[in-house]
């Protein structure tokens, strides 16, 4: 199910894909040490600065969300949106696993642009260069990762339809990047600078330290929810 997409062809388009924030389904893994009230705050945060970020970066943009209808998903856009000029479009994912909810939410954008990239809202202190970078290389090859430490990846584009790089991939493993890569030539693809994803208390940590000093497109809720809780927490816990 989609919402009504852009009628004009983009040559750049950027997918956000994310779930709906709700209360003890979002950074799950956190929850032993925030305690699900935290982790809600923190994701909320973390989605409301992917989607700020993304109005730095000159392309379309659209937000396919898990979890929720499309008046929920409005409503939260326009919270994060509040006076901002620019637009997003709001989507809902289709599909029974990763790969297919983002294969679907590929050719939908496709139709409209030429070159595609997708990431999700775990990496908010990537540099935004990442993102203007993956379109600069989509000109030249038809597949672009950045690669995460843990084995996946925080952002894949496309400058054609691949759907194989979706397909029969462990989602959630170590393994996702190599199995993805396996499938292609080495002509097909670019890697870009490595990143991390926030999953446990010492990315948490990482994130605190790598937001000490602003930056282009610098996450600020993301930085004022890390700052509020560690001046609530007594045993610091990150």
Request: aromatic fraction near 10%; charged fraction near 25%.
């Given at each position: 199910?989609?919402?009504?997409l852009?009628s004009?062809?983009?040559?750049?388009?950027?997918i956000?894909?994310?779930?709906?924030?709700?209360?003890?389904?979002?950074?799950?893994?956190?929850?032993?040490?925030?305690?699900?009230?935290?982790?809600?705050?923190l994701y909320?945060?973390?989605?409301?600065?992917?989607?700020?970020?993304?109005?730095?970066?000159?392309?379309?943009?659209?937000?396919?969300?898990?979890?929720?209808?499309?008046?929920?998903?409005?409503?939260?856009?326009?919270?994060?949106?509040?006076q901002?000029?620019?637009?997003?479009?709001?989507?809902?994912?289709?599909?029974?696993?990763?790969?297919?909810r983002?294969?679907?939410a590929?050719?939908?954008?496709?139709?409209?642009?030429?070159?595609?990239?997708?990431?999700g809202?775990?990496?908010?202190?990537?540099?935004?260069?990442f993102i203007?970078?993956?379109?600069?290389?989509?000109?030249?090859?038809?597949?672009?990762?950045?690669?995460?430490?843990?084995?996946?990846?925080?952002?894949?584009?496309?400058s054609?339809?691949?759907?194989?790089?979706?397909?029969?991939?462990?989602?959630?493993?170590?393994?996702?990047?190599?199995?993805?890569?396996?499938k292609?030539?080495?002509?097909?693809?670019?890697?870009?600078?490595?990143?991390?994803?926030?999953?446990?208390?010492?990315?948490?940590?990482?994130?605190?330290?790598?937001?000490?000093?602003?930056?282009?497109?610098?996450?600020?809720?993301?930085?004022?929810?890390?700052?509020?809780?560690?001046?609530?927490?007594?045993d610091?816990?990150?």
């Amino acid at each position: 199910m989609k919402a009504d997409l852009a009628s004009a062809t983009a040559s750049n388009s950027l997918i956000i894909f994310a779930r709906y924030p709700r209360l003890g389904q979002v950074k799950t893994r956190l929850e032993p040490d925030l305690g699900a009230q935290r982790c809600l705050l923190l994701y909320e945060a973390m989605l409301a600065d992917c989607v700020e970020r993304s109005f730095l970066v000159d392309c379309s943009r659209y937000l396919f969300l898990d979890g929720c209808d499309f008046t929920e998903g409005r409503e939260l856009v326009q919270r994060i949106r509040n006076q901002n000029e620019h637009e997003i479009t709001v989507c809902l994912q289709e599909g029974t696993d990763l790969g297919e909810r983002m294969w679907k939410a590929y050719t939908e954008v496709s139709r409209h642009s030429s070159r595609v990239v997708i990431m999700g809202s775990d990496s908010p202190s990537a540099p935004l260069e990442f993102i203007r970078s993956a379109f600069d290389v989509l000109v030249d090859v038809p597949l672009v990762f950045g690669p995460v430490e843990d084995g996946g990846y925080y952002l894949i584009g496309l400058s054609g339809p691949r759907q194989e790089v979706f397909q029969s991939i462990q989602w959630g493993t170590s393994s996702v990047l190599a199995e993805t890569i396996a499938k292609l030539a080495h002509t097909d693809y670019k890697l870009l600078p490595e990143w991390y994803d926030i999953d446990d208390r010492d990315d948490l940590a990482r994130l605190a330290s790598d937001l000490a000093d602003p930056f282009e497109g610098y996450p600020r809720r993301t930085a004022e929810y890390l700052r509020e809780s560690k001046h609530l927490s007594s045993d610091d816990p990150f």
